[in-house]
């Protein structure tokens, strides 16, 4: 801003020169272009004459030095150092020496102002500034720091002084003008000096005159240094064309001698020089009203044939060089333009060839008188300059005339229709203002009208062609179909009109000799554009009309504004923009009419899709509606009830599912807005109407009916609101329509639990159906009342606009499950579906008098049809009903049970099915109370008694569940409570749950019992060892499988069918034929695809007459389109895949390969431990409830070997609409342990042997299928040591065992125990029989039995009596009672010592169980037996080992009878069968034989025979004594010699002599041969008639029988 000066000191320069003399060159090279073109200085020019407007200028260089310099200079005495500065004319200078030195130095010090700076009449402070500082000790300062701390080392001592500079007033001032341009685009060729003149814009940009113009001359005297602030500036601005405004704030602090500041061609002002430099700072240049030179020149011959054109483009470059130097032309510029341009800056000569109108440039003169307040003295300064301005048109926006409004920018003389001429006449009137009413109805269909439009002749015909200028009006006039128009009328200037409506449409009043490009097809359109001449444009919009859209029908005045807006443009024909920086820029006005919409009521609308698109949600999943929809989508508005802050109310009912509107957000779900769910109101009662509430007259009488609450703020009773989110079948809200809306789009349905469209098709086959109704009434439940929201309402309006959307829920595939549970229906409470309540419901609201005042969320009157429950007392189900009520565990609802005083308890009742007899079950039910009043009642669940009476004196406990008082558990609103598993009798039960009072509960009143997910379930199924089993109970069920879905498929052609595939781990499946077959033949066909004609013809014979069905026969005998399998069979009639009596679609099972040879039989089935088959649920229940049946292991049981169960997998193979999904179930089967009897057998069952030998009882195997089973339910098992007692027993001879050391007497075992009481074996037999006699009254068994010791649980107590007691009856059978009395009395054994001995009897036991249990084996032998008591692996070892021996009697021989008797001291198992009651069912004798026969003996007895071959034995002879009596035992007698001596009596015995056969009486034998005297012997052979004597004297042989010898 102004002047650049500098200075050259060439003493600061010298000494930068080397030594020498030397030469210097400075240049002068500016970095920006400095915009001096218009001011030629006087010293460039070669002659010495100066103008009046030049000055002598004397531009100087200022050279500064900015680093430091430093030097030094010495000699014999001082040193001074330069640190800072050079010396010479330093603003700052360091310097450091001895004090003497620097003493000197300042006492020569000199300071110098080389400028024109004053700081006299100035509050400067000192400008002069000494410091010093010691830095002699600074080393020795900075140590002594360590041990004083902080030292001012560093620290100089300042001093100041003021020197007074006195300006001197030498020269005038000099001053300048560099506008400020605005517009960024002039400024940037401003300061790139490609604007070779000032430049000032048409009304500044087109602005109006009162407003500030941003750009500014901006005059910039030079800063004059100590200039007197007080003192007063002079200056006079004036101009040619245009005028000088100076700003308004600055007015009232300079005088004005001439002009006023605002707009003056001359102004002349003085003041103080600081509001004089403001004011020429902020100096504006404004040109004529619409006036500027760029047109006025532009053609020579428009107005003054002697004028030189010179355009736009000639302004905007830089002429400097070629002016300057004399050229006429320039680049871009007409011919001579730049040498008119030259002359006109620089020539001030008077040229009459140039009038006013061609003068191209605005002349700015700047007088300025300084009055002698910039230095000493009294002399004053003025200086002048001039300034040329070239002034660039700006497009004038046209003046348009709408009902009496007139646009920004019209110009009174320019303000009528004529042409261009007269648009310089004055005193033409205004257009019309009609008076017309623009105001219409709401969905008013008749157009109304809104005025006419007048578009005026401003500045476009200012740069036209002459003829436009002067022809126009002529060549309009003349157009007509034939005439062709002249080529320069399409060089006119026209207007173009834009006429566009917010919300309506517009009509034309004329489209004659207009081009319309918007709008042309249409009568009425929004938006209308055209173009074409004033007086064109002028006809077509001489009459608007309008009226409302289609599609903005109920737009009324309540919803904005409706304006008609109108612009025209002049398409840029006279000048530029507002910047000046495009010329032909158009320019455009604009007006706007508000039309007036009087409102008027329009009935809500509801948007639904058509019937034909239902709505179609997924199964089982929360859907929101309005996603799923198809055009228009679900929508509720109410075009005017916001237009007054009106309330819509909107009902919403579905017939199964339930509607709600969240607050919370989830995956896939919107939820409402906080600011909309506070707005809008649920009624927590959908039914509820605010006519009948307001009927209640106060708060008491509010509060007893639940749906109403007091409205404290309206003072009256009105219906219950809630927050959203409530779930209900129906819903009913209030609130702004554009809430509404956003609830309704919002909306979500939840289908019923695994139900779809499906589900509801014989009852609703269109599926659910979604009810909406709408009213805007502000009172619609009052028929009277036709207020409604807003606007008026011109005819008859229905109360409740209403609308529906059909809703089909997709079917989703739900898996298919299986379970053995009994059939419950509605465990969980969950049907009927019931509203939402608000947990605020109280005894006293349902019993308040009327039909309606029942409480939400509550249902008292329950059907049992529905429910499955029969409710008798106060019962029910609640969702959320009841004061306190709490969350359900499972689903949404519960049962709950309020028994009240004095009208007994409050019970729910129902019939379960599908026990299986002999099935063991837990009943589980979850009981709370409510939280708040902390009350409950008692509660109790009961089962119908069974079994029936007549079976006597058996019966089983059924369990119950009893809680005195139920308590709420705080965190856990519902607590779990079973039954005792118990064993199902029946098929079917009564399930009763009640609630009663008792007289010490206070209160009595408002006591409720929760009741929830009651669940029955199977535990096992229980059946005894080597028993099978049909899976009666097995339910395969699927959600999918309704009605509906199986109707879809058949017209598919398609069956919905299941696989089903069940696994054993410890038994196979077989399939039972139907009745009457008993076995596979006829229930499975030989393979119908190898069977020859006559093979099947024979076998369809065959197998008819089982069934009494002809119809296999006559598949048999068909030969043409005969199907693989009779109709009702299962199969392919393959080897594999053969026919089944089924009606399945697929049965897999092991069969033995087809063997031709046994038709009709064919092919078996072979167990298997897993089956799999096919077919519908109805047909899979048939087989499995009455053909498929389980059959253990043989001898398995899961009480010792482990456990079983059954898997049942499931799989709905995606029926239907689904992939497949398996799902599996499994249930325990608990098989009885029951006792096995024992067995023997034999290699052989004879055996021979010598007469009077032993023989080893050899090829003998004992076997007891249970006897080593140990308790185990859970694999692996391991294996125990059962013993096994065997009992010996022969009718001649002795058994024993020879040999073996392991065997321990049991006598051994007695007498260690009962020796102290006895030593007589005999008396120990006798304790342990009598002990072992059941109810003897002795000792063990003295008043029970052994049934009642073992009970349930085998002990080592129960082992050992077992043991004890079999062994007793095996080996003491022949000890009888009276005996053993006898006995004890010999032995003085009395009850006294019955305490002892029972101790005794118990040691006894235990000892000899614990003998057994380490292997040993325990013998007992008595005449004609022997009892082995041991592990069977070491009773078989010794039958291996040959050690068990038979010895007959003596000289025994023939056939003998060898018993053995396998004992197996009940040692696994219950006994079963038993006796039991015939009316007892079969399923269930197990349980009877279990609880009456826990342990039972088995035993086995079978014989052997023993053929003894005979010896002959040897006959012996016995000699008696004298008397002959007793035998002797001698081998000689003595006789005295010649003494004749009667021999003694002798006696010869042959054992076996009668053995043999036929010579029983006679025997042949020799005898010794004695001396006997003749007459003796004689004698004596007379008595003996068959005794014969011979062989001589001494020698006597006889024949004769054995005892006629003896």
Not at 507 to 533: D, H, M, P, T
Not at 619 to 648: F, H, T, W
Not at 956 to 982: K, Y
Not at 1162 to 1185: A, F, W, Y
């Amino acid at each position: 801003n102004g002047w650049l000066s500098l200075s050259l000191d060439i003493a600061a320069v010298r000494i930068l020169l080397e030594e020498g003399t030397g030469t210097v060159c400075f240049i002068l090279e500016p970095t920006t272009a400095v915009n001096e073109t218009i001011r030629i200085q006087s010293n460039g020019k070669s002659s010495s004459t100066l103008h009046s407007n030049e000055v002598n200028l004397h531009p100087r260089l200022e050279l500064f030095r900015g680093s430091p310099f430093k030097y030094s200079f010495s000699n014999a005495s001082c040193t001074l150092l330069v640190e800072k500065g050079n010396g010479i004319s330093d603003v700052l200078i360091e310097l450091e020496g001895n004090d003497e030195i620097i003493n000197i130095l300042l006492y020569n010090l000199g300071f110098e102002v080389t400028t024109k700076w004053s700081n006299i009449l100035s509050n400067t402070a000192s400008n002069v500034v000494v410091a010093v500082r010691d830095v002699g000790l600074l080393a020795e300062c900075e140590r002594s720091q360590v041990f004083f701390g902080w030292q001012a080392c560093q620290v100089a001592l300042h001093d100041n002084t003021t020197l007074r500079v006195m300006p001197v007033k030498k020269e005038k001032v000099g001053f300048a003008m560099q506008p400020f341009y605005s517009d960024r685009w002039l400024a940037d060729k401003s300061i790139k000096g490609e604007v070779p003149l000032y430049v000032a814009l048409e009304d500044c940009g087109n602005r109006p005159i009162f407003e500030e113009c941003p750009s500014k001359m901006q005059v910039l005297p030079d800063i004059v240094p100590g200039e007197y602030a007080f003192g007063r500036f002079t200056v006079e601005v004036s101009a040619r064309l245009g005028s000088v405004t100076i700003p308004f704030t600055l007015r009232s602090k300079l005088d004005f001698s001439k002009g006023s500041g605002f707009r003056d061609s001359v102004v002349r002002l003085s003041g103080f020089t600081v509001d004089v430099r403001a004011a020429l700072l902020n100096m504006v240049y404004n040109t004529g009203l619409d006036e500027s030179v760029q047109f006025s020149n532009k053609f020579s011959n428009f107005f003054n044939p002697a004028n030189s054109p010179c355009n736009r483009p000639c302004f905007f470059q830089d002429l400097g060089p070629r002016v300057f130097a004399g050229e006429d032309d320039a680049a871009g510029c007409q011919q001579s333009c730049g040498k008119v341009i030259f002359d006109r800056i620089n020539v001030f000569l008077p040229n009459p060839a140039l009038d006013e109108r061609g003068i191209f440039l605005d002349d700015i003169i700047i007088t300025f008188t300084d009055n002698g307040v910039t230095g000493v003295g009294l002399k004053k300064f003025t200086s002048v300059l001039l300034y040329n301005i070239y002034t660039v048109a700006v497009n004038d926006r046209p003046c348009i005339v709408f009902q009496g409004k007139l646009s920004s920018g019209c110009r009174e003389r320019c303000a009528h229709m004529g042409q261009p001429p007269s648009c310089y006449e004055s005193g033409l009137p205004w257009d019309l203002a009609q008076s017309i009413n623009t105001s219409m109805a709401e969905g008013q269909l008749e157009p109304i009208l809104i005025g006419g439009l007048v578009t005026k002749v401003v500045d476009e015909y200012e740069s036209v062609t002459r003829k436009c200028f002067f022809n126009l009006s002529d060549a309009l006039s003349s157009r007509g179909d034939e005439v062709v128009d002249p080529p320069w009328l399409s060089e006119c200037p026209r207007f173009n009109l834009l006429l566009v409506a917010r919300y309506g449409e517009i009509a034309l009043n004329s489209r004659e000799f207009i081009n319309i490009f918007v709008g042309q097809s249409q009568r009425y359109a929004s938006k209308f554009a055209f173009l074409g001449f004033p007086v064109d444009t002028n006809s077509a919009t001489r009459m608007l009309r309008f009226r409302m859209s289609e599609s903005n029908r109920n737009f009324n005045s309540n919803l904005g504004k409706e304006s008609v807006s109108l612009v025209v443009s002049d398409q840029g024909f006279s000048g530029s923009d507002t910047t000046g920086e495009f010329d032909g820029t158009n320019a455009e006005s604009s007006l706007s009419l508000e039309v007036f919409i009087a409102p008027v009521n329009n009935p809500p609308e509801i948007s639904v899709p058509r019937a034909e698109d239902p709505l179609e949600p997924l199964q089982n999943q929360a859907n929101q509606l309005a996603k799923i929809a198809l055009d228009p989508g679900l929508q509720v508005a109410d075009r005017d009830s916001d237009e007054c802050n009106g309330m819509i109310v909107m009902k919403l009912r579905v017939m199964f599912g339930a509607l709600s509107v969240v607050t919370l957000p989830s995956p896939g779900i919107e939820a409402l807005l906080p600011s909309q769910a506070d707005v809008l109101e649920f009624y927590a009662d959908a039914e509820c109407t605010e006519e009948e509430c307001s009927t209640i007259n106060n708060i008491e009488a509010c509060s007893i009916v639940n749906k109403c609450a007091f409205n404290i703020r309206l003072n009256q009773c009105t219906c219950k609101k809630t927050r959203p989110g409530k779930m209900c079948r129906s819903q009913k809200i209030r609130g702004p329509q554009q809430d509404i809306g956003e609830a309704f789009r919002l909306l979500i349905y939840e289908p019923l639990p695994n139900t779809n469209y499906f589900s509801h098709i014989l009852t609703s086959p269109e599926g659910d159906i979604l009810e909406v109704e709408v009213s805007d009434k502000r009172k619609p439940d009052n028929s009277l009342d036709e207020v409604f929201s807003c606007g008026d309402v011109l005819h008859i309006q229905e109360t409740w606009q209403t609308s529906q959307a059909g809703i089909q829920t997709i079917a989703i595939s739900q898996p298919c499950s299986s379970t053995f549970d009994p059939v419950v229906q509605n465990p969980g409470f969950e049907v009927p579906v019931l509203c939402q309540g608000l947990s605020d419901c109280i005894q006293q609201n349902l019993e308040s008098i009327g039909a309606n005042s029942g409480c939400v969320g509550i249902e008292t009157e329950n059907s049992v049809l529905e429910s499955g429950w029969t409710t008798q007392g106060n019962a029910g189900i609640s969702r959320q009903g009841w004061l306190g009520d709490v969350i359900s565990f499972q689903g949404s609802q519960h049962l709950f049970l309020a028994p009240t005083p004095g009208t007994g308890s409050a019970s729910v009742n129902q019939q379960v099915v599908n026990f299986i007899v002999g099935g063991t079950y837990k009943i589980t039910v979850r009981v709370g109370a409510r939280v708040t009043p902390n009350f409950g009642a008692s509660f109790e669940l009961r089962m119908s008694p069974h079994p029936p009476g007549e079976w006597g004196d058996w019966a089983m406990e059924i369990p119950a569940i009893e809680i005195d008082e139920v308590r709420p558990s705080p965190g856990q609103p519902f607590i779990s409570h079973s039954t005792s598993a118990f064993l199902a009798l029946s098929s079917s039960y009564s399930i009763t749950m009640s609630s009663s009072l008792h007289a010490t509960m206070n209160p009595q009143r408002d006591r409720i019992v929760f009741v929830d997910d009651l669940q029955v379930e199977c535990l096992q199924y229980n059946f005894p060892e080597e028993h099978s089993k049909v899976l009666s109970s097995l339910r395969v069920f699927d959600p999918d499988y309704t009605e509906g879905v199986l109707d879809r498929l058949a017209r598919q052609g398609q069956e919905f069918t299941v696989r089903v595939q069940l696994l054993a781990h410890h038994g196979v499946f077989q399939v039972l034929p139907p009745s009457p077959l008993t076995g596979d033949e006829c229930f499975i066909m030989p393979p119908s695809r190898v069977m020859q004609d006559v093979e099947r013809i024979a076998w369809g014979y065959h197998c008819a007459t089982f069934y009494d069905d002809v119809s296999v026969s006559v598949w048999a005998n068909m030969t043409l389109f005969r199907p693989d399998c009779p109709e009702g069979w299962t199969g392919l009639g393959t080897p594999m895949f053969p026919c089944l009596k089924l009606s399945l679609k697929s049965i897999a099972l092991t069969l033995t390969p087809y063997n031709d040879a046994l038709l009709p039989l064919g092919q078996s089935q072979v167990p298997s431990r897993t089956i799999e088959m096919e077919g519908t649920l109805d047909d899979l229940e048939r087989v499995l409830h009455n053909f498929l049946q389980y059959v253990p292991e043989r001898d398995f049981n899961t009480v010792n070997l482990g456990g079983e169960h059954v898997v049942v997998r499931t799989n709905d193979l995606g029926m239907y609409n689904g992939e497949p999904v398996e799902q599996q179930a499994s249930i325990i089967f608990f098989i009885e342990a029951v006792n096995d009897r024992p067995n023997i057998t034999f290699t052989s069952r004879a055996y021979e042997m010598l007469e009077d030998t032993s023989i080893s009882l050899l090829g003998i195997e004992l076997r007891d299928d249970d006897i080593n089973e140990l308790s185990c339910p859970f694999e692996p098992c391991a294996s125990g040591a059962g013993t096994l007692q065997l009992k010996v027993r022969v009718s001649n001879g002795t058994v024993f065992t020879s040999g073996v050391a392991a065997t321990v007497k049991l006598y051994e075992i007695l007498m260690n125990v009962f020796g102290s009481v006895s030593r007589r074996p005999r008396v120990h037999e006798c304790l342990m029989r009598m002990s072992c006699t059941p109810n003897g009254g002795f000792l063990t068994l003295a008043t029970s039995t052994i049934e009642d010791i073992c009970g349930q649980t085998v002990s080592f107590r129960c082992k050992a009596v077992l043991q004890y007691c079999a062994l007793a009856e095996l080996a003491l059978s022949d000890v009888q009672m009276g005996e053993c009395q006898q006995v004890f009395a010999e032995e003085d054994l009395v009850l006294a010592n019955i305490p002892v001995l029972e101790d005794l009897d118990i040691q006894a036991m235990s000892s000899f169980k614990q003998v057994t249990d380490f292997g040993r084996v325990v013998e007992i032998a008595r005449d004609g037996f022997l009892v082995l008591v041991g592990p069977l692996a070491e009773l078989q070892r010794i039958l291996d080992q040959g050690v068990l021996k038979y010895e007959p009697v003596q000289y025994l021989n023939g056939n003998q009878v060898v018993e053995f008797t396998v004992h197996d001291q009940g040692n696994v198992g219950v006994g079963f069968p038993c006796d039991a009651p015939p009316d007892i069912p079969n399923d269930l004798l197990f349980q009877y034989c279990k609880e009456k026969l826990p342990v039972t003996f088995l035993d086995t007895t079978q014989t052997v025979t023993v053929t003894i071959q005979p010896v002959n034995n040897l006959p012996e002879f016995e000699v008696y004594d004298e008397d002959g009596w007793s035998r002797i035992e001698t081998n000689s007698l003595t006789a005295v010699q010649n003494v004749t001596k009667r021999l003694n009596r002798m006696f010869v015995f042959d054992p076996d002599i009668d053995e043999t056969s036929g010579y029983a009486a006679r025997v042949v034998m020799s005898l010794i041969t004695v001396v006997f005297v003749s007459r003796l012997l004689s004698t004596q052979s007379r008595h003996l008639p068959l005794f014969t004597v011979y062989c001589g004297r001494e020698f006597i042989c006889a024949f004769s029988p054995l005892g006629d010898i003896s």
